[in-house]
């Protein structure tokens, strides 16, 4: 079966077009968090690549409680998570956690900001709107435009517990919140001056039009998130059922071998080996 797959660099949805007919399709249902989603979709297309009778289906995000309902109740065959999960929980429920990869949360910014590098009291100045062009910063006369997401998400999490004058920091109302990962992708891709929190993988997938900000001289490199010296992570996890289905099962063990941790690798993210 020749199976078609197209996922922008934004999308958060995969789309599968089955071309030949008549043949059964093993088909796999992922939804969860939106953070991880543009990994899942990476690694959704890499995996289907080589293994066309198989067809998945992104959906466009789940809180944490539903994901999990979803799951239980099989209308999904995998939840995606980055914090929030009770294991002990899970598992007396029937299902299995796995860490896929860690991600390094970002300031990402638009690509007209030439500005690569800022302190954390320099993060929380341009957040209080202390300073509104990236001159300020040693950039050119540009007006900033600050993003941020929900208090309640992940990425403004690590972020706010990583940088401490960010902690307590009440946002102005100057700041444009993002509530979904993908929509910040967008907003961060699509605004002049634009800066916002997001991961490297959405800055892998943005062609471009993204960059990632050092904080204080470290770059979210591998070798510095390994090392501990780059502090702003994520963790990716895959929630399946116990025992998943055949598709999950081989989906899974690609997602956790070398082809999979290549495709992570490649989109910005750490591998969990």
């Avoid at 904080?215 to 025992?243: C, H, I, W």
Wanted: with cysteine; hydrophobic share 45%.
């Amino acid at each position: 079966m020749l199976t078609l797959i197209r996922i922008g660099a934004f999308s958060l949805t995969l789309l599968v077009v089955d071309v030949v007919h008549g043949q059964s399709t093993e088909r796999i249902v992922i939804d969860g968090s939106t953070g991880v989603m543009p990994l899942a979709a990476a690694l959704a297309k890499a995996f289907q690549e080589r293994q066309p009778s198989v067809a998945i289906d992104l959906g466009s995000g789940l809180g944490t409680k539903a994901r999990i309902s979803a799951l239980a109740t099989g209308k999904i065959d995998i939840a995606l998570a980055s914090h929030g999960l009770d294991v002990g929980e899970i598992t007396r429920a029937g299902m299995v956690v796995y860490e896929i990869a860690r991600v390094p949360v970002v300031f990402g910014v638009n690509a007209t900001v030439s500005v690569t590098d800022l302190s954390d009291q320099q993060v929380c100045d341009l957040y209080l709107g202390r300073a509104t062009s990236w001159k300020a910063f040693g950039g050119q006369e540009l007006a900033i435009a600050p993003r941020t997401r929900p208090d309640s998400e992940v990425d403004a999490e690590v972020a706010r517990a990583s940088i401490g004058c960010l902690r307590e920091l009440k946002m102005p109302d100057a700041v444009k919140v993002m509530a979904k990962g993908g929509d910040m992708a967008k907003e961060l891709a699509a605004t002049a001056g634009a800066i916002g929190m997001t991961t490297m993988t959405v800055v892998e997938q943005s062609q471009g039009k993204i960059r990632a900000i050092s904080l204080n001289g470290v770059a979210p490199t591998p070798g510095d998130v390994e090392r501990k010296t780059y502090r702003m992570v994520r963790q990716s996890f895959f929630v399946v059922k116990n025992p998943p289905s055949p598709a999950v099962a081989k989906f899974i063990e690609f997602a956790r071998g070398p082809q999979g941790w290549q495709v992570i690798g490649a989109n910005g993210a750490i591998p969990v080996k």
